[in-house]
């Protein structure tokens, strides 16, 4: 069974027209994060959700804002989207430290595709 | 700020030969290591992991890892390649503190037959 789920698995946008991917997990991790994957290259990471901190990378554009309204659900938000945010959007979870195996378990993807 | 170098972009091997992919990291303490591999338009999936304890590590697949932290490396091999171990391969590193967890640019494996 698929423990975390990104909707929808393929997402065509129209350039400057806003776009909402998300993500909702069943394993109730604390962590979650987002990825950009452009193609050939490795996972950038955009955000995280550590504990109920957000942190948001310092290269991350202004355009892109994230929402996690409960430890479920994680959405992405592209406030206005360019041909170069194209890409692969990637969603995972994982438990704190704390709480011991800390692996990061990953959604199939979004992959996003700008017009 | 931690890192991981992956010197290999691609590498092609012979179905049957062995592997081992290389994995250097920068990171001030102890290392939480992870390989993951993805084929094409798919998410990742986690091969193996180290945390502490033993340095050779088992994970899926029938691949093994070896942690030289004189070496600051990590890497990933396998005795035998299979035509469906064709596929990108990431090294990633874990900022403890901010529960950051962080990739290499990956390496390609090609089988050929």
């Known amino acids: 069974d698929a423990m975390v789920i990104q909707n929808p698995r393929y997402q065509v946008t129209q350039f400057g027209k806003p776009v909402t991917l998300s993500c909702s997990q069943t394993l109730n991790h604390n962590v979650m994060y987002w990825y950009q994957q452009k193609s050939s290259q490795a996972p950038k990471l955009l955000f995280h959700y550590y504990d109920k901190d957000f942190n948001n990378e310092a290269d991350t554009p202004d355009n892109f804002q994230s929402r996690r309204p409960n430890t479920s659900f994680c959405f992405l938000d592209i406030r206005s989207p360019g041909l170069g945010d194209a890409a692969m959007y990637l969603c995972?979870?994982?438990?704190?430290?704390?709480?011991?195996?800390?692996?990061?378990?990953f959604g199939q993807g979004t992959r996003l595709t700008v017009v | 700020a931690q890192s991981v170098t992956q010197p290999d972009i691609h590498i092609t091997v012979s179905e049957g030969a062995s592997l081992e992919l290389r994995c250097n990291y920068s990171y001030g303490a102890t290392p939480y290591l992870f390989w993951y591999v993805q084929s094409p338009g798919q998410g990742l999936q986690l091969l193996l992991k180290y945390f502490s304890g033993d340095t050779l590590v088992q994970g899926i697949k029938g691949f093994e890892a070896e942690f030289k932290r004189s070496q600051s490396s990590f890497n990933l091999r396998k005795p035998s390649v299979h035509w469906s171990d064709a596929a990108e391969y990431f090294c990633a590193v874990l900022n403890t503190g901010f529960q950051k967890l962080v990739f290499g640019t990956g390496t390609r494996l090609l089988v050929s037959p």
């Open positions: 995972a979870t994982s438990r704190t430290l704390r709480e011991g195996n800390t692996e990061a378990f």
